[in-house]
């Protein structure tokens, strides 16, 4: 297939239109910003994977803001996070990430990595997120973790909107606890809730890459709870490559369906 055809399916996330994968940055060329920040608009131009994950502290807000100058800013969802807990430390990290990006808004701010039992302790943060909300400074608010509890109870506290969980078929990285209470909270979240949900890790960085299309068939198969994916890559050639499994994926979802209508009739 022409790669030129290959593209992601738009989705909604918390009321903003996004593509279905998220192109995580985390392991883009953080070396020349202006070579990776070429890499982030042909993802977009060419397969419409214009929802770009990025972070404080990996090293990959330089590339984003590359990126950012090719293309109009409205064409591009942007997710970034913060370690915070204080108000002052979200004023902080907001700041940071507004000039590591050059840009006066971020689409997506997260509270990134809560532990258990530290969910608590963020609301300050949090409080001060909404506030930078409300002045449009931040379009949406979202917390992210590696702990199925904390996700359970994210969901219902005032002003989270979208919730990000590790989630893979081995459970790497998921801590007390297993992918199937994860997908648990995910369910409440998006299914209950209301809230936008999307996964981190579905490769388990990098331990399930010798079975890719089983890995992530099996976070597909979880779609009722699941808006979006967000796969890190380095280069263009593995994301076209998840991108074509996840299409074929839905691609066979709708035949099935419908054939199923057909029948039906």
């Known amino acids: 297939m022409d790669v030129s055809q290959l593209k992601a399916k738009t989705v909604n996330l918390a009321g903003k239109e996004v ?58 969802v942007v997710t970034s996070k913060t370690y915070a807990d204080t108000e002052e430390e979200a004023i902080t990290s907001v700041r940071k990430i507004l000039h590591d990006l050059d840009t006066p808004y971020i689409d997506f701010c997260l509270l990134h990595g809560v532990e258990g039992g530290r969910l608590p302790y963020k609301m300050p943060a949090l409080a001060a997120l909404r506030r930078m909300k409300d002045a449009g400074i931040i379009h949406h608010i979202g917390l992210s973790t590696h702990f199925p509890s904390v996700a ?23 801590e007390d606890g297993d992918v199937y209470d994860m997908a648990k909270a995910l369910d409440k979240a998006h299914n209950k809730k209301n809230l936008g949900t999307y996964v981190i ?27 979006v994916l967000n796969i890190g890559y380095a280069g263009l050639r593995e994301l076209r490559q998840d991108l074509s499994i996840v299409n074929d994926y839905f691609n066979c979802l709708e035949r099935r369906e419908n054939n199923y209508e057909e029948t039906s009739n």
């Open 201 to 227: 890790k579905t490769l388990g960085r990098g331990v399930l890459l010798p079975d890719v299309r089983g890995a992530l068939e099996f976070v597909l198969n979880y779609h009722d709870c699941i808006d």
């Open 152 to 174: 359970w109870d994210a969901s219902d506290i005032d002003g989270i909107e979208v919730l990000c969980t590790i989630f893979n078929r081995d459970s790497v990285r998921i």
């Open 19 to 76: 593509s279905q994968i998220a192109f995580g940055t985390e392991h883009i060329n953080q070396y020349l910003p202006e070579y990776a920040g070429k890499i982030l608009c042909e993802a977009a131009v060419q397969n419409n994977v214009f929802f770009w994950d990025t972070d404080n502290c990996y090293g990959s807000q330089p590339a984003v803001a590359a990126a950012l100058k090719l293309l109009p800013r409205d064409n591009v």
